[in-house]
């Protein structure tokens, strides 16, 4: 395990530039990379290898309302509709405060398409947190 000057990144050390803005209500960030694979039979019933298969990319961002309504009005502009359904965003997500003296990490999401747009409130709710499940073409992770 590394640990960065001594200490390991918290949610305060998180920024997300989406779009080209960063989101300053962001509520929640994850992403992954996945791969198909399977195992190889032939003779006997042993694997023979690993056979690897398409790539994929997916995540979710969870937003306070008015960043969605951002994420609309850049929608309007760039595609006629206020969905955000219809936006295609390259997104940065960096890890650390170098005013700290943090060692900045830095993952880059491309071609991020939401694939949902939900509302949702309850009574007692204070504010409203949206989900927007995403699917991108590639996520490139920096190496410490």
Same mark, same amino acid.
């Given at each position: 395990m590394t640990i960065?000057?001594?200490?390991? *990144? =918290?949610?305060?050390?998180?920024s997300l530039i989406l779009g080209g803005r960063d989101v300053v209500g962001l509520r929640g960030i994850k992403y992954k990379e996945s791969q198909e694979k399977e195992l190889l039979y032939g003779k006997g019933n042993q694997p023979l290898s690993i056979q690897k298969g398409n790539r994929a990319y997916e995540g979710e961002v969870t937003l306070l309302?008015? =960043? $969605? =309504?951002? +994420?609309? +009005? $850049?929608?309007?502009?760039?595609t006629g509709r206020s969905s955000v359904l219809g936006l295609n965003l390259n997104a940065v997500v960096c890890y650390g405060n170098p005013l700290h003296g943090d060692a900045m990490i830095t993952d880059r999401l *491309?071609?991020?398409q939401f694939t949902e747009e939900e509302k949702s409130m309850s009574q007692s709710d204070k504010n409203m947190e949206i989900t927007l499940p995403f699917i991108c073409t590639d996520i490139q992770y920096q190496t410490i």
């Open positions: 960065i000057n001594g200490r390991q *990144y =918290e949610w305060a050390d998180i309302q008015s =960043e $969605l =309504e951002t +994420l609309k +009005l $850049l929608a309007r502009q760039q *491309y071609g991020i």
